[in-house]
């Protein structure tokens, strides 16, 4: 299975920007999907989640700002980023809750991170 992201890049504050996050693989079901961001000498931070019914989480300071969707017959996740601030400067990376075929447990995947720069 692979996660696959992209659609990082530089844009100037209040810009924006759309991630996306593709599973591929030996897939039976993909469940909750999620975006985690990460900065130097800090821990990955959880942004959005969303359930595999459409159910979404998001961290408080991207509320209002970043939309979080995902197209389950393509296994796709999407973050739409508005309203950029230099705070959202980070390493962006999906992951996503996967039931392999011929399996019945979840098993956690990883894309790599996509970098994300806003400058002020």
């Known amino acids: 299975v692979q996660l696959q992201a992209s659609g990082g890049g530089s844009v100037q504050a209040g810009g924006s920007l759309r991630l996306s996050c593709t599973a591929s693989?030996?897939?039976?079901?993909?469940?909750?999907m999620g975006w985690y961001r990460q900065t130097p000498g800090n821990q990955r931070e959880l942004v959005a989640l969303?359930?595999?019914?459409?159910?979404?989480q998001y961290e408080d300071s991207v509320k209002g700002r970043f939309t979080i969707s995902r197209d389950n017959a393509e296994n796709t996740m999407y973050l739409q980023m508005n309203g950029l601030e230099p705070e959202d400067t980070a390493v962006y990376f999906c992951?996503?809750?996967?039931?392999?075929?011929?399996?019945?447990?979840?098993?956690?995947?990883w894309g790599k991170g996509t970098l994300v720069t806003v400058s002020s």
């Open positions: 693989g030996r897939i039976f079901a993909v469940n909750d």
């Open positions: 969303i359930s595999s019914g459409g159910s979404t």
């Open positions: 992951y996503a809750g996967i039931i392999l075929s011929g399996t019945n447990y979840d098993v956690k995947y």
